[in-house]
């Protein structure tokens, strides 16, 4: 489960943790299929680590970039095939989610799973 405060955002949760994981993301994945929460783990808060493409990414997304605190540093809406998109912050959590998922989370919240 993931929430943010006393919030649920999703009730599903998979992890993305190793760079092969990390790498495919939701590419080609089926929007229907796409009911949970994606968390990519990452070894370091890092910004350029933690910098994503939406290639092969059919839908947008809303995506949520955590530091080591699970402390929101920046949000995004993605639309399907941007090159890239580098958070303002360093990062070492980010959570990709159905659009519309993440809309009342605000920058400093601490989501958890």
Not at 15 to 26: C, D, H, Y
Not at 33 to 52: C, D, H, M, W
Not at 89 to 109: R, W
């Amino acid at each position: 489960m993931l929430r943010a405060g006393k919030k649920i955002l999703m009730k599903n949760v998979r992890f993305a943790r190793n760079t092969l994981e990390r790498t495919k993301g939701l590419m080609f994945e089926d929007k229907k299929k796409f009911n949970y929460a994606l968390v990519f783990t990452f070894p370091r808060e890092s910004q350029i680590g933690t910098s994503l493409h939406m290639l092969f990414v059919f839908f947008p997304i809303d995506v949520l970039f955590l530091n080591k605190e699970q402390k929101v540093v920046d949000k995004a809406t993605l639309n399907p095939f941007i090159p890239n998109y580098t958070p303002k912050k360093a990062a070492k959590f980010v959570i990709e989610m159905p659009k519309g998922k993440a809309k009342s989370v605000k920058l400093g919240q601490k989501v958890e799973w």
